[in-house]
């Protein structure tokens, strides 16, 4: 039927238009028709078009090692034009004059055998900021480093140091002073002193802990794992496995930690099988299968070694925060205040007391070298890191069995917090903190957070003189995703901390959310810290893998990886602001035997 009328009424009048429509109107049609699909093409291939960038970005989250990460970030900074940034010397967050006119008279002065010169500069410009080389808004456009003049400044620090190292052995050329040996392992030690010490401090962690070890792994593979390592509850016990462990003994639990792990005893006896009890422990005490595993590894690996002997065995210093009720057991334990102290029950202590075991005591050996209790006629229990907190709690105020107020035996106040103690033992003046918390990294760390869009995309493969992308990306600009974010997590951790310190807080999002960390008043500046944090996306994703008891062996090592790839970003700024530390320490300590200090 309608096929009928359709050749009955409408073909007869399509051909009556077609017939009688003047040329032009065609030619009219045909040219909006043209443009019309023109356009049609040019949205269809554009919304087909890859997006090179985001590719390149999401490629990072599977990256298996540091060789593929940094071969993904190279194209990154490709594409956003970072390659240029860093070429250009100029920026106006950091005295590129100043480098540039230091760096030149170091040059001059080491190719003309000055050794006084290259001293007298290398003493005055010793510092860790000099000329604002170490500001983080340096490092967060660029993922392969900060500008080439400052990476070329440092590198020149390094070779002077060398230099003078070498023209030690060598015979001197006059009768000067300054040619004297001794004088110059002086200058390595004085120069070591006013530079300062950088400590690794791996807080807490609880269920996801193990990402501290990948923390350790990555800093230790590329040479930037410092002397000083610290660290609470399952942070102790990777920073314990560190600092006990000579390299040849430490390298194969960094490289396979569940190929050596093959022998402890999967079923551990703190947790059972059932998933009712392996919820509880979860939730109430914070503490997975793989958790409660590897602290059974340390325990077995560490036996009965003091913080003494791990210091004699590795050079390295051994830190365990612990938070006693009595002030007769000192905060910080080491090889200086708790020398004989046995490392692994001072983890047990860190971790807390009716956490794994409801009689947490710490333990010494003594001259007889038999295993005793330290202070035995003092009850002495041992604070929760997340129920500590070094500023006052106010309106709240609970006390002990002595009548003594709680607040004041928890060295709840700032100049009582154990970091200022190791600042003052060690002269520690940067600190590197890992939280193994991946629900804090929206909180916190945003400042080091790399931003993909302040360079112009080029979005050809042409040489940059025939790419349409011609103009150099900007030095600085603003984004506003980036202060909503820190506004965002400024004041969510505020409410949180007002919650605390009223004491309303429930015990669940306080043991979550609530982690004891360095004190304010040495990190005033984020000059003095960086901060370690695993990506959200880990957690929203594989926030299962604690409660799934029969894949312990695969989770550690996808836990490892997780830590690694959160120190990866960070690379450039700790070689900034610790290559020179690290030279200064391997010189030192080459030659602080041969001629002792007066």
Same mark, same amino acid.
Request: hydrophobic share 40%; net charge neutral.
């Given at each position: ?18 017939? &009688? ?9 045909d040219?909006?028709?043209?443009i ?32 593929e ?11 956003t ?11 106006? &967050? ?50 392969? /480093?900060?500008k ?12 002077c140091?060398?230099?003078? *190292?070498?023209?030690? *052995? ?18 390595? &030690? ?21 990402? &501290? ?22 942070? !102790? ?34 947790v059972?099988?059932?998933? /009712? ?21 340390v ?10 002997? !791990? ?11 612990v ?9 910080l334990? *080491?090889?200086?205040?708790?020398p ?12 807390g ?9 710490l ?16 009850d ?24 003594v ?6 060295? *709840? ?20 903190t ?6 804090? !990294?929206?909180l ?23 790419s ?14 980036? +202060?909503?974010?820190?506004?965002? /997590?400024?004041?969510?951790? +505020? ?19 609530i982690?004891e ?14 901060t ?12 299962g ?16 990886l ?13 070689w ?23």
């Amino acid at each position: 039927m309608i096929r009928k009328l359709g050749s009955l009424f409408l073909l007869p009048i399509v051909t009556f238009v077609v017939n &009688h429509t003047p040329s032009f109107v065609w030619v009219i049609v045909d040219f909006f028709l043209d443009i019309w699909l023109f356009w049609i093409r040019k949205m269809y291939s554009m919304y087909r078009r890859k997006d090179r960038l985001k590719e390149a970005v999401k490629l990072l989250s599977s990256a298996q090692n540091y060789h593929e990460y940094k071969g993904i970030i190279t194209e990154i900074d490709r594409l956003t034009n970072m390659d240029l940034w860093r070429q250009n010397f100029v920026s106006q &967050h950091y005295d590129y004059i100043l480098i540039n006119d230091r760096m030149e008279l170091l040059r001059t002065a080491r190719n003309n055998d000055d050794l006084r010169l290259v001293m007298s500069l290398l003493r005055s410009g010793m510092i860790r900021n000099f000329g604002g080389i170490a500001q983080k808004k340096l490092y967060t456009k660029s993922y392969l /480093g900060t500008k080439l003049m400052i990476q070329e400044y440092i590198g020149e620090v390094l070779e002077c140091l060398n230099y003078l *190292n070498d023209s030690m *052995n060598s015979e001197a050329d006059d009768d000067y002073i300054m040619n004297s040996k001794q004088l110059k392992i002086n200058f390595f &030690h004085d120069a070591r002193q006013s530079f300062g010490c950088t400590a690794l401090i791996l807080q807490g962690g609880s269920l996801f802990g193990l990402c &501290h070890l990948g923390v350790v792994r990555a800093l230790y593979f590329k040479g930037s794992l410092p002397r000083v390592i610290g660290g609470s509850a399952i942070g !102790a016990a990777v920073a314990s496995i560190v600092c006990s462990l000579t390299d040849k003994e430490l390298i194969p639990i960094l490289l396979s930690i569940t190929d050596v792990m093959g022998d402890v005893d999967q079923l551990n006896h703190d947790v059972d099988e059932r998933y /009712g009890n392996v919820i509880e422990n979860v939730v109430r005490k914070g503490y997975s299968q793989e958790i409660l595993l590897f602290l059974k590894f340390v325990r077995d690996t560490i036996g009965d070694l003091t913080f003494e002997q !791990a210091y004699l065995n590795t050079q390295r210093i051994l830190n365990i925060v612990v938070h006693p009720t009595n002030l007769a057991i000192p905060s910080l334990l *080491n090889y200086i205040t708790a020398p004989n102290v046995i490392i692994w029950t001072a983890i047990y202590a860190s971790i807390g007391t009716g956490v794994l075991s409801d009689n947490v005591q710490l333990y010494m050996k003594d001259f007889s070298n038999d295993i005793v209790p330290v202070e035995p006629d003092l009850d002495i229990t041992f604070m929760k890191p997340q129920d500590v907190r070094y500023s006052q709690r106010y309106f709240k105020s609970n006390k002990n069995g002595m009548g003594v107020y709680s607040s004041d035996l928890s060295s *709840n106040n700032l100049d009582n917090s154990p970091y200022t103690r190791l600042t003052e033992l060690f002269n520690v003046n940067h600190f590197i903190t890992s939280l193994a918390r991946p629900y804090l !990294a929206p909180l916190i760390n945003n400042d080091l957070k790399h931003q993909n869009t302040y360079g112009q995309v080029k979005m050809d493969d042409e040489p940059l003189e025939n790419s349409k992308a011609k103009s150099l990306p900007k030095d600085s600009s603003f984004n506003f995703t980036k +202060h909503l974010k820190n506004v965002i /997590g400024m004041e969510i951790q +505020h409410r949180l901390d007002v919650m605390n310190k009223l004491g309303i807080l429930p015990d669940v999002i306080q043991r979550f959310f609530i982690d004891e960390k360095p004190s304010s008043v040495q990190l005033t500046s984020s000059l003095r810290e960086i901060t370690i944090v695993p990506e959200l996306r880990y957690l929203l994703k594989d926030f299962g893998r604690v409660f799934d008891v029969h894949k312990t062996l695969e989770n550690i090592p996808y836990w490892v990886l997780v830590g690694e790839r959160s120190v990866w970003p960070l690379f450039p700024i700790l070689w900034s602001r610790c290559a020179i530390e690290f030279a200064l320490d391997d010189l030192y300590n080459v030659h602080k035997k041969i001629s002792p200090l007066p």
